[in-house]
């Protein structure tokens, strides 16, 4: 039974009765073995070109307040931001999105200095701990497409270097289950209301974050060593 959390919303955002408002809720039919942290093997493609200053991805892989938390634990990364991406701007926001009727995921626009971390290294992070990539339209406690596994990549490059590793994964059976991950081109990504951004930051003691995210971050701290700062 899915049932909304009110007191995980920020002050001032209220919960309507019978519609999940939460962009992320409790769920006590959560699937067990949710766990995160897998040993997967980098990715054997890079792209060709790092690219000169700052470079940025999205990425989309369940509520946003867990994924934007991992990527600030990882070094390199310059900045997260929690947004929409997939649809148009119309329905970027957190009342439709959370319906699951439009085109949108919750997603993070990462900012990275490819000097200190590559666009690949970002994927493995992004595959072994940030989401499980096996689910299909949810992840963990939270069900609808808006909860989706998907590359919003930036070019064709960045397409191809995902597929790349995706099809890597697979034929190296990193997973029990088929990799359920899309990989999209040009999709624009809207940045989401300012009470979602820095959640993590903003709400330290929020059970849902103990509980579905946490776990991630240590998987970070646990597989990535070199990568994982604690500072956000």
Same mark, same amino acid.
């Given at each position: 039974? %899915?049932? #909304?959390? /009110?007191y995980?919303?920020? !002050?001032?955002?209220?919960?309507?009765?019978?519609?999940?408002? &939460? +962009?992320?809720t409790?769920?006590?039919?959560a699937?067990?073995?949710?766990t995160?942290g897998?040993?997967?093997?980098?990715?054997?493609?890079?792209?060709?070109?790092?690219?000169?200053?700052?470079?940025?991805?999205?990425?989309a892989?369940?509520?946003?307040?867990?994924m934007?938390e991992?990527?600030?634990?990882v070094?390199?990364?310059?900045d997260v931001?929690?947004?929409?991406?997939?649809g148009?701007a119309?329905?970027a926001?957190y009342r439709?999105s959370?319906?699951?009727?439009?085109?949108?995921?919750?997603?993070? %626009?990462i #900012?990275? /200095?490819?000097?200190e971390? !590559?666009?690949?290294?970002?994927?493995q992070?992004y595959?072994? &701990? +940030?989401?499980?990539?096996?689910q299909?339209?949810r992840?963990?406690?939270?069900?609808?497409p808006?909860?989706?596994?998907?590359?919003?990549?930036?070019?064709?490059?960045?397409?191809?270097v995902?597929r790349?590793?995706i099809?890597q994964?697979?034929?190296?059976d990193?997973y029990a289950q088929p990799?359920?991950?899309?990989?999209?081109?040009g999709?624009?990504?809207?940045?989401?209301?300012?009470?979602?951004?820095?959640?993590?930051q903003?709400?330290p003691n929020s059970y849902?974050?103990?509980v579905n995210d946490?776990? %991630?971050v240590a998987?970070?701290?646990?597989?990535?060593?070199?990568l994982y700062r604690s500072?956000?």
């Amino acid at each position: 039974m %899915k049932k #909304t959390i /009110n007191y995980l919303l920020p !002050s001032g955002v209220l919960a309507v009765a019978g519609l999940t408002l &939460a +962009a992320c809720t409790l769920d006590t039919s959560a699937q067990a073995g949710d766990t995160y942290g897998a040993a997967i093997p980098a990715a054997k493609m890079q792209l060709a070109s790092a690219g000169t200053g700052l470079q940025t991805v999205v990425l989309a892989g369940g509520c946003f307040w867990g994924m934007e938390e991992v990527f600030q634990h990882v070094a390199g990364v310059t900045d997260v931001v929690s947004g929409y991406a997939g649809g148009d701007a119309a329905h970027a926001n957190y009342r439709d999105s959370s319906s699951g009727r439009y085109a949108d995921a919750e997603a993070v %626009k990462i #900012t990275y /200095n490819p000097a200190e971390i !590559s666009y690949a290294q970002l994927l493995q992070v992004y595959f072994s &701990a +940030a989401h499980n990539p096996t689910q299909v339209d949810r992840q963990g406690p939270d069900v609808g497409p808006q909860y989706r596994s998907e590359v919003f990549a930036a070019n064709a490059e960045q397409a191809e270097v995902a597929r790349d590793y995706i099809q890597q994964l697979g034929t190296a059976d990193a997973y029990a289950q088929p990799i359920a991950t899309q990989v999209s081109i040009g999709k624009q990504f809207f940045p989401a209301e300012a009470y979602h951004q820095d959640y993590a930051q903003k709400n330290p003691n929020s059970y849902y974050l103990r509980v579905n995210d946490a776990p %991630k971050v240590a998987a970070v701290k646990t597989r990535f060593p070199t990568l994982y700062r604690s500072d956000t």
